[in-house]
């Protein structure tokens, strides 16, 4: 069983920067991938950003492709978030999901973090 926990979250203003960290641990052979996923108050939860533990794979939704990106360390325990240009409309919890990638769609599992807060004030 993975366990995920975030953190990295904070306030920050329109164009700063943050990154979030996923810390994972226990991982099984299923989980193949990790993805990002963000949920604003009001909204359902939306897919941001996605990489295969190998790294050798990622995708972003289009809100964010070239202002954010996602990687693993070397020793595939953490993965990070840097997040750029960020705008008001980021502000969101944001949350890790250990599922598995098959072909080019990721299949998310019941493994979340707890989440941690993103706010962008304008």
């Known amino acids: 069983q993975v366990q995920l926990v975030e953190s990295g979250g904070g306030l920050v203003q329109a164009g700063g920067s943050l990154r979030l960290s996923c810390a994972a641990s226990?991982?099984?052979?299923?989980?193949?991938?990790v993805a990002w996923f963000r949920q604003a108050p009001g909204k359902s939860r939306e897919l941001v950003a996605g990489i295969r533990w190998s790294g050798d794979f990622t995708w972003y939704s289009d809100s964010v492709k070239g202002r954010f990106t996602i990687s693993r360390d070397n020793a595939q325990i953490t993965v990070y978030l840097q997040m750029n240009s960020l705008k008001p409309e980021d502000t969101a919890v944001y949350y890790c999901n250990a599922g598995r990638l098959s072909g080019n769609t990721y299949h998310k599992s019941d493994t979340w973090g707890q989440g941690t807060q993103v706010t962008v004030s304008s």
């Open positions: 226990g991982r099984t052979f299923s989980n193949n991938a």
